[in-house]
């Protein structure tokens, strides 16, 4: 079973940037896709990116133009680049691994923006 392990969040001011990496500990390329996730406190887990196997990427019209996905194969890390975040961005943000029929789950890392 891979393992999942976010890192790179934190407290920013709004405007301001963050980096997270997820580490995986194996290959991603055996995955369908890659994927970053956010939930906020009372609200349901979303979608944020994702980012299939030969670099396709998706990303929630709320993100568009201020996140980037990308992925480093050799490293089986996968990174969300957030410039220009806002306090609605605060959430906790969890990385995913998906196979045809499964999903695994990171613990998650936690982004606070603050106005």
């Known amino acids: 079973q891979v393992q999942l392990v976010e890192s790179g969040g934190g407290l920013v001011q709004a405007g301001g940037s963050l980096r997270l990496s997820c580490l995986a500990s194996r290959s991603i390329l055996s995955f369908v896709a890659m994927g970053w996730y956010r939930q906020a406190p009372g609200k349901q887990r979303e979608l944020v990116a994702d980012?299939?196997?030969?670099?396709?990427?998706n990303y929630a019209d709320s993100v568009k133009g201020r996140f980037t996905i990308s992925r480093d194969n050799a490293k089986n890390t996968v990174y969300l680049q957030m410039n220009s975040l806002k306090p609605e961005d605060t959430a906790v943000y969890h990385c995913?691994?998906?196979?045809?029929?499964?999903?695994?789950w990171g613990q998650g890392t936690q982004v606070t923006v603050s106005s």
């Open positions: 995913s691994a998906d196979g045809r029929a499964y999903r695994i």
């Open positions: 980012i299939t196997s030969d670099s396709n990427t």
